[in-house]
T-cell receptor
Framework: AQKITQTQPGMFVQEKEAVTLDCTYD???????LFWYKQPSSGEMIFLIY??????QNATEGRYSLNFQKARKSANLVISASQLGDSAMYFC??????????????FGKGTHLIIQP | DTGVSQDPRHKITKRGQNVTFRCDPI?????LYWYRQTLGQGPEFLTY????????KSRLLSDRFSAERPKGSFSTLEIQRTEQGDSAMYLC?????????????FGQGTRLTVV
């Protein structure tokens, strides 16, 4: 079973509109972290926002917010007032905490977001 | 700029040749990760170093893949006897230890094409 599921392969959004990118995850670990990264065509992965499994409030970073619904295992990214420069691939990722220490991130397949003028 | 640096950015090689990629992490970061990203997929975790110790290597794709971080600073990823299926973007990331939120910062990657 996939650990991170992003159901939207691509999205077209009008400039200045808000956009929600979906992410569901699967883990039995009580302690985990959820991340969103942006990957423009240049290839670099740019960190956007983080949500810890024990965080009581939804994370926010500028125009980015994370709609965290723990019972549904959902961590959707919301971008407010979209801009042309937001056009990119967006990846949801999870870090679990296995015995023995930190491990790498598990990524979803991504959503290709295109902002239209 | 003190971000994660990867070299080369692009590599074209013939099938059967060996290739080596280099990653220079952010200087104060003691954790270093390698990922592979194929077309249309998210990055796939390969291996992880804490300082010079390789703490996770079971995810390396085959025994043709090996990674080193000899002095706990830069790291190299080597692929021996390359195959066409090895064509992908190879990403390196680094993160600090002992912070409340351990965010991995990525380099721009090395794009490998095996012909």
């Amino acid at each position: 079973a996939q650990k991170i599921t992003q159901t939207q392969p691509g999205m077209f959004v009008q400039e200045k509109e808000a956009v929600t990118l979906d992410c569901t995850y699967d883990t039995s670990d009580p302690s985990y972290g959820l991340f969103w990264y942006k990957q423009p065509s240049s290839g670099e992965m740019i960190f956007l926002i983080y949500q810890g499994s024990y965080d009581q409030q939804n994370a926010t970073e500028g125009r980015y917010s994370l709609n965290f619904q723990k019972a549904r295992k959902s961590a959707n990214l919301v971008i407010s007032a979209s801009q042309l420069g937001d056009s990119a691939m967006y990846f949801c990722a999870m870090r679990e905490n296995p015995p023995g220490g930190a491990d790498g991130l598990t990524f979803g397949k991504g959503t290709h977001l295109i902002i239209q003028p | 700029d003190t971000g994660v640096s990867q070299d080369p950015r692009h590599k074209i090689t013939k099938r059967g040749q060996n290739v080596t990629f280099r990653c220079d992490p952010i200087s104060e970061h003691n954790r270093l990760y390698w990922y592979r990203q194929t077309l249309g997929q998210g990055p796939e975790f390969l291996t992880y170093f804490q300082n010079e110790a390789q703490l996770e290597k079971s995810r390396l794709l085959s025994d043709r893949f090996s990674a080193e971080r000899p002095k706990g600073s830069f790291s190299t990823l080597e692929i021996q006897r390359t195959e066409q299926g090895d064509s992908a973007m190879y990403l390196c990331a680094s993160s600090p230890e002992g912070v409340e939120v351990e965010v991995a910062f990525f380099g721009q990657g090395t794009r490998l094409t095996v012909v």
